[in-house]
Nanobody
Framework: QVQLVESGGGLVQAGGSLRLSCAAS????????LGWFRQAPAKEREFVAA????????YYADSVKGRFTISRDNAKNTGYLQMNSLKAEDTAVYYC?????????????????WGQGTHVTVSS
């Protein structure tokens, strides 16, 4: 069993930066791929970024490529999402998720564990 807790959300001006953290409980965290998803009001939850269990491979949605960076520190049982050059359209609740995944990192149903989400609001 893995429990995930996000933090780091908040209000930021367009062009600014935020770093989200995802703290995981359980010794098996290092075996799980980690994903970040977001859900804006009245929209479906969408894939943002993912990282393999080893950290060797990363994946990004086209909308955030070049602006967001996903990383993880397995020794600290923590994942991160560095968000730069934020835009108003990045406003959403951001969720981290974990799963034993080796392909299709962007699929919501691939992930078994989800955090409660953290709000990100970007003002224009």
């Amino acid at each position: 069993q893995v429990q995930l807790v996000e933090s780091g959300g908040g209000l930021v001006q367009a062009g600014g930066s935020l770093r989200l953290s995802c703290a995981a409980s359980g010794r098996t965290f290092r075996r799980y791929a980690l994903g970040w998803f977001r859900q804006a009001p009245a929209k479906e939850r969408e894939f943002v970024a993912a990282i393999s269990w080893s950290g060797d491979s990363t994946y990004y949605a086209d909308s955030v490529k070049g602006r967001f960076t996903i990383s993880r520190d397995n020794a600290k049982n923590t994942g991160y999402l560095q968000m730069n050059s934020l835009k108003a359209e990045d406003t959403a609740v951001y969720y981290c998720a974990g799963g034993l995944i080796y392909s299709d990192y962007g699929g919501l149903r691939q992930y078994d564990y989800w955090g409660q989400g953290t709000h990100v609001t970007v003002s224009s």
